[in-house]
């Protein structure tokens, strides 16, 4: 988390930023833009300035429908905290959104490399995440998180 959005809002020094892996992101960025072409994904945001829970949130709000996320489905390494999970602004992660009936065939372009299915398009217009100890730990409409994310922050 060191230099990200979220431990500057904390008032945290980061010393360690994350780390960036050429040859696994040079692989995932090539098995991507194959998937693409094979017309395997209806959506790709990066978890950039915010992480992955505001690339989540972006994604909904673009789409307009609701999002069920578990983190407990998200490949990770040494790291046990939800906020740490949603907030990282490391490289090389994406949030892609597959249609079922494309589910396999992402999978099987995807094998060798860390991915994970962390959750589904709901219908209902709402933000729900499970924590890592396996309880819902955000539930929000997207209506309020759009407002709020349109916000700057009082600080800043």
Not at 121 to 139: D, M
Request: aromatic letters at 10%; charged letters at 30%; a positive charge.
């Amino acid at each position: 988390l060191g230099g990200s959005e979220y431990f500057r809002l904390m008032g945290f020094i980061g010393n360690e930023v994350p780390k960036v892996r050429p040859q696994v992101s040079r692989e995932l960025f090539l098995r991507l833009h194959q998937a693409i072409k094979e017309g395997l994904i209806a959506s790709c945001h990066d978890c950039s300035d915010g992480g992955l829970g505001v690339a989540l949130a972006e994604k909904a709000f673009s789409g307009g429908f609701g999002l069920l996320v578990d983190l407990q489905a998200i490949v990770r390494e040494n790291i046990e905290r939800d906020d740490y999970l949603l907030f990282s602004e490391s490289q090389g992660r994406f949030v892609v959104t597959v249609p079922p009936d494309k589910q396999r065939a992402f999978e099987d372009l995807m094998k060798g490399l860390p991915f994970g299915l962390i959750g589904k398009v709901i219908e209902e217009e709402t933000f729900k995440v499970i924590g890592l100890k396996g309880k819902e730990i955000i539930k929000r409409s997207l209506s309020s998180l759009k407002e709020a994310w349109r916000k700057t922050f009082i600080k800043y």
